[in-house]
């Protein structure tokens, strides 16, 4: 079956760090790669997804390129600021066989905290 | 553009009692999907709604249910309550149709059994 995994936080990083999130994923099929965040008492909200291989998402001065050959989805952003901390999903979605619809397998969730 | 409702945000439960959580899509979304989110379990998918049909489900005792109405609207339904049930529930919704694996999410009903 599907799976996703990506790095357990949590994750402290100074004000205008480099952040680097691990994700790696099995998938029998072609999935599309999504991260979504998680702001304290909310839902998910998308933040950014790839559709096919070698495809960047960008959103925020966040980016992630989906890597078919070393099946991963790596979040990054050049300067994060004390509002990205936040809980950050990394999740696939593939189609269920004959049924057309789509089922998101996600991450176990790393937490960011930034500090100023 | 209003957003996914979900009602109620809050409950709480005793052991052996149902609920029922509502969600209300997206205007013009046809296709609602349910999560639950644990501490220990993370994020799994329930299942996945489109014109009043349950087109998937996942890995869940049937004491899980849930319906879609006409106007798009999904409510879910949890039986016989254990305390193991107690998560975030989250709603999403999307156009459906292919291509459509956009989801849009709840901001959540939080359900806590005691």
């Known amino acids: 079956g599907n799976s996703v995994t990506q790095m357990e936080g949590p994750v402290t990083l100074s004000e205008e760090a480099f952040l680097t999130i691990n994700c790696t994923y099995t998938?029998?099929?072609?999935?599309?790669l999504f991260w979504y965040v998680q702001y304290p008492g909310e839902g998910l909200q998308l933040l950014l997804k790839a559709t096919k291989a070698d495809d960047k998402g960008s959103n925020k001065g966040f980016e992630a390129t989906y890597r078919k050959e070393t099946t991963s989805f790596h979040l990054e952003k050049g300067s994060v600021q004390v509002s990205d901390s936040a809980v950050y999903f990394c999740a696939l979605s593939d189609i269920s066989q004959g049924a057309g619809s789509y089922q998101l397998t996600f991450g176990k969730g790393t937490k960011l905290s930034v500090i100023p | 553009k209003a957003g996914v409702t979900q009602t109620p945000r809050y409950l709480i439960k005793t052991r052996g009692q149902q609920v029922t959580l509502s969600c209300s899509p997206i205007?013009?979304?046809?296709?609602v999907s349910w999560y639950q989110q644990t501490p220990g379990q993370g994020l799994q998918f329930l299942f996945e709604?489109?014109?009043?049909?349950?087109?998937n489900k996942g890995n869940f005792p049937g004491r899980f249910s849930g319906r879609q109405f006409s106007n798009s609207r999904s409510e879910m339904n949890v039986s016989t309550l254990e305390l193991g049930d107690s998560a975030l529930y989250l709603c999403?919704?999307?156009?459906?149709?292919?291509?459509?694996?956009?989801?849009?999410f709840g901001a959540g009903s939080r359900l806590t059994v005691l």
């Open positions: 709604y489109f014109s009043e049909t349950q087109r």
């Open positions: 205007s013009g979304h046809r296709s």
């Open positions: 999403a919704s999307s156009k459906g149709g292919s291509g459509a694996n956009v989801l849009t």
């Open positions: 998938a029998t099929g072609y999935p599309s």
